[in-house]
Antibody
Framework: EVQLVESGGGLVQPGGSLRLSCAAS????????MNWVRQAPGKGLEWVSY????????YYADSVKGRFTISRDNAKNSLYLQMNSLRAEDTAVYYC?????????????WGQGTLVTVSS | QSVLTQPPSVSAAPGQKVTISCSGS????????VSWYQQLPGTAPKLLIYDNNKRPSGIPDRFSGSKSGTSATLGITGLQTGDEADYYC????????????FGGGTKLTVL
């Protein structure tokens, strides 16, 4: 069974940092691209970042470029999101999502999400 | 303001049919596959449709997808109260820099 479990969320002050993790199981993690998607309270889905299976290709949303860094450790079946210079508008539930990749890119499995609250 | 435009809400009675539109441009829907996601209250999104019109295993054939030009449509027939959820379309966008885009979401109410 495919499982994605996020962790690392919490309350952080504006300007602070946080590192999110996503532990994957039930599939060959190194064969899939991965994404982070967030959802602010009461709002819609917002894509945050993409990383290919080998980490050779990485994309970011303009709203987080220069502040967030996506990475993965295929040996540990884990995906990460390092978030720096956090702002109030980064407050959201953060989901990791598996991506088939290539021309048929779509998010076929999602984690349960971890809440990040940026507030003083 | 989302790059992909969806109606904020739609409603229909149980047993009826509803469609949800997703309008984009040549840099996204026009040149890429569209997928659809269902988000039940308080839960993570779930894949409903991929590659414009394909259903993952376990998704009933009451759910269908189509694409024409720069627009896509999700159809749901035989509506059930359990279908009440938010629905999102999504695809890659290749304008300026590559990035994934979601529609703003559509709240389905089954009256």
């Amino acid at each position: 069974e495919v499982q994605l479990v996020e962790s690392g969320g919490g309350l952080v002050q504006p300007g602070g940092s946080l590192r999110l993790s996503c532990a994957a199981s039930g599939f060959t993690f190194s064969s899939y691209s991965m994404n982070w998607v967030r959802q602010a309270p009461g709002k819609g889905l917002e894509w945050v970042s993409y990383i290919s299976s080998s980490s050779s290709t990485i994309y970011y949303a303009d709203s987080v470029k220069g502040r967030f860094t996506i990475s993965r450790d295929n040996a540990k079946n884990s995906l990460y999101l390092q978030m720096n210079s956090l702002r109030a508008e980064d407050t959201a539930v953060y989901y990791c999502a598996r991506d088939i990749g290539g021309s048929s890119s779509h998010f076929d499995y999602w984690g349960q999400g971890t809440l990040v609250t940026v507030s003083s | 303001q989302s790059v992909l435009t969806q109606p904020p809400s739609v409603s229909a009675a149980p047993g009826q049919k509803v469609t949800i539109s997703c309008s984009g441009s040549s840099s996204n829907i026009g040149n890429n596959y569209v997928s659809w996601y269902q988000q039940l209250p308080g839960t993570a999104p779930k894949l409903l449709i991929y590659d414009n019109n394909k259903r993952p295993s376990g998704i009933p054939d009451r759910f269908s997808g189509s694409k024409s030009g720069t627009s896509a449509t999700l159809g749901i027939t035989g509506l059930q109260t359990g279908d009440e959820a938010d629905y999102y379309c999504g695809t890659w966008d290749s304008s300026l820099s590559a990035h994934w885009v979601f529609g703003g979401g559509t709240k389905l109410t089954v009256l």
